[in-house]
C-alpha cells in the first residue's frame, strides 16, 4: 500500500529546465586576486560559465564585482570537509572597484572575505 504524501505544500511538476535566482550572503575565501579574477575557496562549487556577484570586502572599503566562474576543481586536503577552488573571472569592472582591486594588488590593504551577493 502507498504511503500519503506527507507534505505541507502541494508539488508542481516542471517541463523543462527550471531557473532561478539565489542572493547568499556566505563568507567565501579569496586563495588569489588579480587585476582580472579571483580564485575562491567555497564548500559549494559554482557552475562553470555561470555569472555571480561579489562584495569583496576590506574593514574601510567595499567593492562589488561581477565575475563569471571559468574553472571549479575539488581541493584536496586533509581536512573531511569538501572544498572547491571556484576560478573567476570578473566582468567589466566599474572604475570604482578596479582602483579599490589595484589598491589591494599593490598591497595598501587586502581584502578579507568576500561575500556572495
Not at 508539488?11 to 539565489?22: A, D, F, K, Q, S
Not at 563568507?27 to 588569489?32: A, E
Request: without cysteine; aromatic residues 6%.
Amino acid at each position: 500500500m502507498p504511503m500519503a504524501d506527507r507534505r505541507p505544500a502541494s508539488r508542481v511538476e516542471t517541463v523543462g529546465r527550471p531557473w532561478g535566482t539565489l542572493d547568499a550572503l556566505e563568507p567565501l575565501r579569496v586563495r588569489s586576486l588579480s587585476a582580472d579574477g579571483m580564485l575562491l575557496e567555497t564548500p559549494n562549487p559554482l557552475e562553470v560559465g555561470s555569472v555571480h556577484e561579489f562584495e569583496l570586502i576590506d574593514g574601510t572599503a567595499s567593492a562589488r564585482v561581477r565575475a563569471a566562474v571559468r574553472r571549479v576543481s575539488p581541493l584536496r586536503e586533509s581536512s573531511a570537509a569538501r572544498y572547491f577552488l571556484v576560478d573567476l573571472e570578473f566582468l567589466n569592472l566599474d572604475t570604482r572597484s578596479s582602483v579599490l582591486v589595484e589598491r589591494w594588488l599593490n598591497g595598501r590593504f587586502a581584502p578579507s572575505t568576500p561575500r556572495e551577493a
